[in-house]
């Protein structure tokens, strides 16, 4: 059953939120438990859409998985199968990183492409000529690719771009090669220092995660182990864009705040009052929002691309005109549309939105077109005048857990409710197919 959020703004936010582990690192670990030998306990794992689509997957490939609690233990045992069907695939778009950890566990791997998504084109070329560099073969056939990589052996990689997805990929491949794998320009977000704290928990020889270049020794047997997941940065980022944008006072607890300076140096610039601590940032609004610097969506340690859309969402509410230029993703501003049926003022050409400054947002029905958009229209409403309702929750869910359960507990007026047929006709006449 489909459900929306009602949400009636203008209510200052006042209290603490804990963060949850962090989807885009639990993830890449949870693929990686199929290499291990032995129950891997996964500790603080989020109850996410994402997850459970994960741990369809898991399932699927024959792995015993079990959650007790804020815990996932996940026993590959001898792992039947290795291959993940198209409609495994198609919940989730970032299932590719099961790639590298099937062909190094099994030597072979089965899957469906990952198309396009909602971001726009999904292209995985980088994966791809890695896994082949370390001698994996892979033939795209009909929109499958089929992958064998029995004798792989470790070389030096130089990513072009410094993609997530292939770096974890290849991070995780190359435990399965021969010898030694160097991965030049590789992503540096802490996803990836994340990943490679797990592997080496398992027993894999790993370094350089956090630096532009990973080395990696394959060819270790791995063994179980248990791993506390990094608190997540950009659930992190939601909840302060939310208390910047109503105003209050808001705490994230359980974070890094070194993850989040970016975020946090832009929230302070817009009038935001931030308190860091080891291991929470308070943030105290209660002055008028100010338009900031151009907001450049970069890979870390730049300014988040899933950070981009909440922030705009607060710059819709502040005194003049702020500029954000989107240089990862192609297809990242569809949630303006949205903003816009909330009074917002957004321009868009290209890569770059302009955002004037409104002294108002009004509430409005309007539906998340994807996962950090939906994260922008809840932002947006909890500062609107009037009532607001948010369908298309499924892209929500994919990321954020019990969103609506800590926003009360804030002080919001929201609750979840089952989704009328007012919302469906709505959504439809506004020609969205988001659920
Ligand atoms: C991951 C995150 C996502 C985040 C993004 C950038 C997960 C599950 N998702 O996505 O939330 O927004 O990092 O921080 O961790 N590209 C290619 N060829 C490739 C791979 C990527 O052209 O083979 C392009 C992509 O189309 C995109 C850019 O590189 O334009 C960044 O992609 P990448 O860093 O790979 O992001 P993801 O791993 O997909």
Redesign the pocket.
Known sequence: MNSALTIRGGRPLHGAVGIQGA??SV??ILAATVMGGGEQIVRRCPRLSDVESTLRILRYLGCRVRREGEAVAVDPGPMDRCDVPDHLMREM??SV?FLGAILARSGEACMSFPGGCEL?????????SALRALGAEILEVGGNLICRGHRMVGREINLT??????T?NIMLAACGASGVTRITNA?H?P?IEDLQHFLQAMGARVDGAGSSTIVIEGGHALHAAEYAVLPDR?AAATYLAAGAAAGGAVTVEDVCPEHLSTVTSILAEAGCEIRAWRDRITLRRDAPLRAVRPVRTM??PGF???AQSPLMAVAARAEGTTVFVEN???NRFRHIGELSRMGADIKVAGRVAVVCGVPRLYGARVCATDLRGGAALLVAALSAEGESRLTGLRHLDRGYETPERWLAALGADIRRETETDADDTDRRAAGYACD
């Open positions: 989807k885009n993830l890449p778009r970032s990183v726009g084109p999904r292209p995985i070329d980088l994966h791809l771009f410094p993609s997530v997805g292939a974890e992503a977000e996803e950009i890979p870390y988040p691309t899933d990862i993703f192609e």
